[in-house]
T-cell receptor
Framework: GENVEQHPSTLSVQEGDSAVIKCTYS??????FPWYKQELGKRPQLIID?????GEKKDQRIAVTLNKTAKHFSLHITETQPEDSAVYFC?????????FGAGTTVTVRA | EADIYQTPRYLVIGTGKKITLECSQT?????MYWYQQDPGMELHLIHY???????EKGDLSSESTVSRIRTEHFPLTLESARPSHTSQYLC?????????FGQGTRLTVV
């Protein structure tokens, strides 16, 4: 199937520390791996994405890594700030179907 | 302004009623999706479409049906609403990469 497993379900970090969220997928046809951030009461919004022909991508304080052989991908947030507190979702797509992980609630402690 | 619109935003309806949740996008996207999400919880894919006259069931079994007669319109219908259908329904659309989400419809069946 096209399930996406996401861990951990909750993550509490001290402001300034790093946060890492990991996802695994099963569908070998997956070729696109986006990450979405959803703040309370708002719609999910894309924060970073990576295609299957790339191993790593960075955008300021956030980075994503992909290991297509092991079917793992991860989100790294460095120098966390209070505004990083939200629910983060990983997802995978095979050009047609976009399926999400269960989400990680990140809390940044001041 | 190019966006994705969902109506109604909130709906309270009695058991057994037929309802249609509307979703329209003005971005010319081929792909559209319906997700069911309880607050802060997992985004469950219930239906998707990759173009006009194509509809597919998602990862979560749903009693709802969808249609895609026009590119911009992807309505979801429940023939007979039940209390177990109470949830938030999010519509999304995408071209090649980023999926854009609507504001959601919060459905309560009493």
């Amino acid at each position: 199937g096209e399930n996406v497993e996401q861990h951990p379900s909750t993550l509490s970090v001290q402001e300034g520390d790093s946060a890492v969220i990991k996802c695994t997928y099963s569908d070998s046809a997956s070729n696109y791996f986006p990450w979405y951030k959803q703040e309370l009461g708002k719609r999910p919004q894309l924060i970073i994405d990576i295609r299957s022909n790339v191993g790593e991508k960075k955008d300021q304080r956030i980075a994503v890594t992909l290991n297509k052989t092991a079917k793992h991908f991860s989100l790294h947030i460095t120098e966390t700030q209070p505004e990083d507190s939200a629910v983060y979702f990983c997802a995978r797509s095979n050009d047609y179907k976009l399926s999400f992980g269960a989400g990680t609630t990140v809390t940044v402690r001041a | 302004e190019a966006d994705i619109y969902q109506t109604p935003r909130y709906l309270v309806i009695g058991t057994g009623k037929k309802i249609t949740l509307e979703c329209s996008q003005t971005m010319g996207h081929d792909k559209m999706y319906w997700y069911q999400q309880d607050p802060g919880m997992e985004l469950h894919l219930i239906h998707y479409s990759y173009g006009v006259n194509s509809t597919e069931k998602g990862d979560l079994s749903s009693e709802s049906t969808v249609s895609r007669i026009r590119t911009e319109h992807f309505p979801l219908t429940l023939e007979s609403a039940r209390p177990s259908h109470t949830s938030q329904y999010l519509c999304a659309s995408s071209a090649v990469r980023e999926a854009f989400f609507g504001q959601g419809t919060r459905l309560t069946v009493v």
